[in-house]
């Protein structure tokens, strides 16, 4: 098949064109991508300690399973804009750069922040979850209750996993490529022996699986939208495959179509284990075990000492995801340096690993800050539950712009044909629509004392303080950096793709933008 290339004008060099970031080329395959899109969301962590507080939503019971079907529609509808804007745009900083691109410096950079926002809300709950379970594992007691032990733990779980992160892409992914391995594996065990277990034992307040489990028709909507809130948490984390997408052979296509598929297999686990999860002892032992629903039940579902494998799953998906969570946090702010955007020194690049050595350990540095003062100064960890509500709203915001800016970015090539209108511009935006429906419902839900775990400061509910108060810092500091970044500041609104893109997509040709080296081209480093 003939490619299809967009070459760069003679003599010109783009310092924020993909390739020029100075970011290890063709470092990862496509299986590397899939792997770290599906590790980031934390499958396990995810649903031991998010599917019982689903199942106590008033009015859903045993339709979790179909709660997490509507929960995976604007996942994977925003996750085809990313692979659309990925073909145009390979950029570490996605959604920063992209938005930029369509909608303005301005919306740009509170997008680019509005990552580093969840990223280093999520870290303190993963990086806990992590400490807790090394000493359920090990059977420290002592150190398991002890909030000091606990930080002690959070703190060199963090450690850990930055210096992986900074040591190189390739370490990165293989050690993902592990810890998933195991992840995927337990879960997988978990079904099948919960399964059989059921319908031949049929142990106490067991359940048959029954139809209409994933009939989402069956809940109403005031017992749906509440718990789609907490679904969104469950799935977000997939677009860190897409983050890596310069340092990825076949950049323009390979990390786009890990964020799809990864949706698609995050879809299958979920709906498989919850299905299987209140199959076994029925929903109220779900919702009543809502903190640690697979820990619960694994040793029943496997007996001893076998159900050690569900605190090694738990343990390896929050660490996994701790590591996943520092990689594209820092990937988004070197892009954003580069962009001129923030201060030069978050583009620095390690000129032996190749990997973005100031912002990972920034990163590192302030989920640490992060993690510290939230364990210290709330031992009960009412707050920390209270964070991971919030930071919905970030996530809702950076992927909803996301599939709202695509069709603006193609709208050049939107009528030439049904596939161009379709994936590039109404599925897109249509997920970008039902996240942003979704933040908005978030915000009357959450500014409810009854909906959250800690009390109200200054009579704003947590949720909304540190979300909806953090989007709110980010304009501020938007704002506040103007003046200092007059060039990038300066940048026109509503660019457009490049007609070629697409045409080269349909007819699986290579490639390229202007600014962006070629890639069949390898240069020794």
């Not at 032990?149 to 190189?168: D, Q």
């Amino acid at each position: 098949m003939e490619s299809t290339t967009i070459t760069e004008p003679a003599g010109s060099l783009d310092p924020t064109a993909p390739g020029n970031k100075g970011l290890k080329t063709d470092a990862i395959g496509y299986v590397s991508n899939l792997v770290i899109a599906i590790a980031s969301t934390a499958p396990a962590y995810s649903l031991a300690a998010t599917l019982g507080f689903v199942v106590a939503v008033a009015g859903v019971g045993v339709h979790a399973p179909a709660v997490l079907l509507v929960a995976f529609i604007p996942m994977l509808f925003v996750s085809v804009g990313y692979r659309f804007f990925n073909l145009a745009d390979p950029d570490a900083g996605t959604t920063f750069a992209w938005v930029t691109r369509t909608f303005g410096p301005q919306l740009g950079w509170i997008n680019g922040w509005a990552i580093f926002l969840a990223d280093i809300i999520v870290m303190a709950s993963l990086a806990a979850i992590a400490s807790q379970y090394t000493y359920l594992l090990v059977g420290w007691h002592f150190a398991q209750h002890s909030n000091v032990m606990l930080i002690v733990g959070a703190v060199i779980w963090i450690v850990l996993m930055t210096w992986i992160c900074y040591r190189g892409i390739e370490l990165s992914a293989e050690v993902q490529t592990v810890l998933l391995g195991i992840e995927i594996f337990t879960l997988a065990l978990f079904v099948v022996v919960a399964l059989i277990k059921v319908y031949a034992n049929s142990p106490a307040h067991s359940i048959h699986v029954s139809a209409s489990w994933f009939n989402p028709f069956d809940l109403s909507w005031s017992a749906l939208v509440p718990a789609i809130l907490l679904g969104i948490f469950i799935y977000w984390g997939w677009d860190s495959g897409v983050a890596v997408n310069e340092e990825s052979r076949d950049r323009h296509r390979g990390p786009g179509k890990a964020a799809v598929v990864s949706t698609v297999v995050l879809l299958l686990v979920y709906v498989t284990v919850a299905a299987a999860a209140q199959a076994y002892h029925g929903t109220a032992f779900v919702a009543n075990n809502s903190s640690d629903v697979l820990n619960a039940l694994g040793s029943g579902v496997f007996g001893s000492p076998l159900d050690k494998l569900v605190i090694i799953t738990v343990l390896t998906s929050a660490s996994a995801s701790t590591q996943t969570t520092i990689l594209p946090t820092a990937r988004t702010t070197l892009s954003m340096a580069r962009w001129d955007a923030i201060p030069k020194a978050f583009g620095r690049v390690h000129p032996r690993f190749f990997t973005p050595s100031f912002s990972t350990l920034l990163m590192g540095s302030l989920s640490i800050i992060w993690t510290v003062a939230l364990l210290a100064f709330n031992p009960s960890q009412k707050v920390l539950g209270d964070t991971i509500s919030a930071l919905g709203f970030a996530v809702v915001f950076y992927y909803g712009f996301t599939g709202l800016a695509c069709p603006v970015y193609f709208r050049r090539d939107l009528f030439k044909s049904v596939r161009n209108f379709l994936f590039a511009g109404v599925i897109p935006l249509v997920g970008g629509v039902m996240l942003g429906y979704i933040g908005v419902r978030s915000f009357g839900y959450y500014n409810k004392a009854a909906n959250n775990f800690s009390h109200a400061l200054l009579g704003i509910q947590t949720p909304i303080l540190v979300g909806v108060g953090g989007l709110i810092l980010g304009i501020v500091l938007m704002f506040a950096s103007w003046p200092f970044f007059p060039k990038f500041f300066s940048r026109g609104w509503f660019e457009t793709a490049d007609p070629a893109v697409l045409e080269a997509d349909a007819a699986h040709g290579k490639v390229t933008i202007p600014g962006e080296p070629d890639p069949d081209l390898k240069v020794p480093r």
